[in-house]
Each structure stands twice: as structure tokens, then as C-alpha cells.
């Protein structure tokens, strides 16, 4: 079993739609969780980050966890052509650990 | 403030080769991860460097070393290259290895490895 996983892709959403990004992840003691975004040819950079149970919003981004589930999610809300990218999930346990990512295309 | 920069950008090798990656972390950052990041996968975990020394190690052979200065530079060597070692190479710093809220990564830009 892979320790992050994330739903598979490519994700395609209308220009302001909502896009709703998902992962698993398999270390039950794992504390904090980040998404980060990675355009084609660039290296990831963090959107947020998240470690209590419950809902984070930060703009058009909110990032949703529940630990009893091992079930982290990203929502992009008003989703815009800029947030095509690749959106990867990671879980700390002294090192990042990341999912494979998830392929978001956001068609005007 | 200078972010993390790697170097070289792009590099070609040969089967057999080897190479060296290089890193300098963003300043205030004391730790060094390096990841390996195939086209279309996630970045994977290869090691991480505080204090000048190895600290956690992913699932990667002993071809893969590495190297940190007293500067908190560091410096990823690859041996004897195969085919399957073509890959992005992600350098990211941190201050101190555990990674909270407050203390996240910052990657550079990556040295892309093509080994033919």
C-alpha cells in the first residue's frame, strides 16, 4: 500500500466551478498534511497546509481533513485557467511524503 | 532573500556515468531534502541532511550519496547511471528536520537528469 494516495486524473472543471482534489494516506500517526501545486516544468510550491480535524480556508482554497478516516481533500472554489496544474498531496513524518498528484484542467 | 538554487539546470549523462547535483538552501533554512520526481509521479523521498549529516534515507541504493557543508549547502552524487535515473532532482530546504505548519519546505527549480 502506497503511504499517500491521491484520486486519480486528469481532473477537467469549467472555468468557476468547484474542484475537489482527494487523498488517503496510510500512517495513522501522521500530524500534518500540505498541498502543493506544480505547473508543467516547475518545481512544487505550497498552497497550504493542514494538522487539526476539520476545515481550513485560505481564499478560493480550503483544505478539509479527518484523521479518523486517513482522508485529506483540497477544494479550489471559482476555479480559474491560472489553477490548471498539477496539485500534490504530502504528509509529514520527518520527511514529506507525496502522492502521485492529481492533474487539474480548468477550461474557460 | 534568496530562495533555493540548484545547479546545474538541465544536465545529459551516459549509462555508467555519474553526476553531481548541487544545492544551496534558502537562507535561515538549516536542513537539506533531496527528491526524485519521474515524469507524471510525485516526488520521492531520497534523503535529508541536518548537521552535516545523514539523517532519514528513502528507498533509494547506495549509488545515491550525498554531502552537506558547514555553509548548509549540499551536494546529491549519483553513480554508475542507468537508464531509469532520468528524472527531475528536487533540492528543499527547512529549518530544523521537523516539518510543521510553521516549518514547511520550499523546494528550488530542480536539476533535470537525462541519462541516455
Known amino acids: 500500500q502506497k503511504e499517500v494516495e491521491q484520486n486519480s486524473g486528469p481532473l477537467s472543471v469549467p472555468e468557476g466551478a468547484i474542484a475537489s482534489l482527494n487523498c488517503t494516506y496510510s500512517d495513522r500517526g501522521s500530524q500534518s498534511f500540505f498541498w502543493y501545486r506544480q505547473y508543467s516544468g516547475k518545481s512544487p510550491e505550497l498552497i497550504m497546509f493542514i494538522y487539526s480535524n476539520g476545515d481550513k480556508e485560505d481564499g478560493r482554497f480550503t483544505a478539509q481533513l479527518n484523521k479518523a478516516s486517513q482522508y485529506v481533500s483540497l477544494l479550489i472554489r471559482d476555479s480559474q485557467p491560472s489553477d490548471s496544474a498539477t496539485y500534490l498531496c504530502a504528509v509529514n513524518d520527518y520527511k514529506l511524503s507525496f502522492g502521485a498528484g492529481t492533474t487539474v484542467t480548468v477550461r474557460a | 532573500d534568496a530562495g533555493v538554487t540548484q545547479s546545474p539546470t538541465h544536465l545529459i549523462k551516459t549509462r555508467g556515468q555519474q553526476v553531481t547535483l548541487r544545492c544551496s538552501p534558502k537562507s535561515g533554512h538549516d536542513t537539506v531534502s533531496w527528491y526524485q520526481q519521474a515524469l507524471g509521479q510525485g516526488p520521492q523521498f531520497i534523503f535529508q541532511y541536518y548537521e552535516e549529516e545523514e539523517r532519514q534515507r528513502g528507498n533509494f541504493p547506495d549509488r545515491f550519496s550525498g554531502h552537506q557543508f558547514p555553509n548548509y549547502s549540499s551536494e546529491l552524487n549519483v553513480n554508475a547511471l542507468l537508464l531509469g535515473d532520468s528524472a527531475l532532482y528536487l533540492c528543499?530546504?527547512?529549518?530544523?528536520?521537523?516539518?510543521?505548519?510553521?516549518?514547511?519546505?520550499?523546494f528550488g527549480a530542480g536539476s533535470r537528469l537525462t541519462v541516455l
Open positions: 528543499a530546504s527547512s529549518f530544523r528536520q521537523v516539518l510543521s505548519g510553521a516549518n514547511v519546505l520550499t
